[in-house]
């Protein structure tokens, strides 16, 4: 089938959140997004969905061995991890006000955030 693509829009996780794998056989385990795919809808969690890779000695890798690579997971087998409810949690979003630096100082600009549904605390990455 032509134009069997489907374009999820924009994901709610992103590169550099933290999230916890909620199915599959990597259930529980908390790792960083290292990229996200939003036409395929899938994402890199660091060190999660390991394939082991068997090469042969070749130019690059005289030695051959073993490579791990990370396979990526559906978004829907992931959540964005909560530190204050230490797990995969449901989030919501809110508008917060942030005082943007400008010349005339008093502006404010909404800004939307992520938030624990539970503790209503902030899921978006300091880093
Ligand atoms: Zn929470």
Redesign the pocket.
Known sequence: MLNSVVVVGKLSIRKNDQVQVIAGREKGKVGKVLSVDHVKGRVVVEKTNMMKKHVKPNQKNPQGGVIEKEIPLHYSNVLLY????S?G?RHGSKMTEKAAKGKKGAEKKATKVRV??????S?EATA
Do not use: F, H, I, R
Request: hydrophobic residues 15%; contains cysteine; positive net charge.
């Open positions: 909560c530190t204050k409810c797990k949690v624990c549904k539970k503790c209503d605390s899921l």
